[in-house]
């Protein structure tokens, strides 16, 4: 089905993809959040949404092509200034930050408006972030160019940042990877909410234990991942066939 795709096509539809996903579900948050990636073989360039359109609308063509600088390569139209200051800080920093998603989705952003943020080791879904996870304690002014040196050095050696009274940052090598954590991280942030709600105490699983069995989710993430992300696209190509234009 999707053959004949370049390998930047494929990035474009990929993204597309989980632009329509997370507005289905309700992880966007009108035209703002940012979801980038970084054009294949490139170190330079990034795949941006043009400030102003709304999610359930994307299409493969839509995406910008930007610098480091926010100077637009192609593509119609401008990047949002904090997309810009957060990702194009952390695709420049971090190079394994090739697909970075940001979002405010309530399960996730719910969690870091507690005191403590911090995500339980009391699932399963949590356990694939067995010492993946970061937190900020005080997120600050997205507009503000510093904020991306500060969220660098969160990222430098985690996948996963808890943003206090915010949101959460998700960076990683591939799309379907970031998108399989976000998929995960939310859910696990749903069920702990839950359990929370019921005033009863969390049965935390015991370290010894969630070092080892995290790390075999970690493996079978992987696979399962990338299938997952298979089916999604051969479901959103059938249900929007504009996304690939």
Request: glycine content about 6%; aromatic content about 10%.
């Amino acid at each position: 089905m999707f053959d004949d795709l370049s390998p930047e096509h494929q990035l474009r539809f990929d993204l597309a993809l989980i632009h329509r996903y997370m507005a289905d579900h309700y992880w966007h948050e009108g035209v703002v959040n940012h979801l980038t990636a970084m054009l294949p073989d490139s170190a330079e360039h990034f795949l941006a949404l043009p400030y102003g359109l709304h999610w359930s609308e994307v299409k493969s063509s839509d995406f910008l092509v930007a610098d480091f600088d926010g100077h637009v390569i192609s593509g119609v139209g401008e990047v949002e200034p904090s997309n810009l200051n957060i990702h194009g800080a952390i695709h420049q920093q971090v190079p394994r930050a090739r697909a970075i998603l940001h979002s405010h989705q309530p399960n996730i952003t719910a969690l870091t408006l507690l005191k403590d943020q911090t995500i339980t080791m009391s699932s399963q879904h949590a356990l694939r972030f067995v010492e993946r996870i970061a937190y900020l304690g005080v997120y600050g002014d997205p507009s503000d160019t510093a904020i991306g040196g500060i969220i660098v050095d969160s990222l430098k050696t985690k996948d996963v940042l808890m943003c206090a009274n915010h949101g959460v940052i998700i960076s990683r090598p591939y799309l379907w990877d970031a998108f399989d954590d976000l998929y995960f991280l939310d859910r696990a942030c749903e069920i702990q909410l839950k359990a929370m709600h019921t005033g009863r105490e969390l049965n935390v699983i015991p370290e010894s234990t969630d070092n080892d069995y995290g790390q075999n989710i970690i493996k079978w993430s992987k696979k399962e991942g990338q299938k997952h992300f298979i089916a999604l696209r051969r479901m959103y190509h059938k249900k929007y066939p504009d996304l690939v234009q």
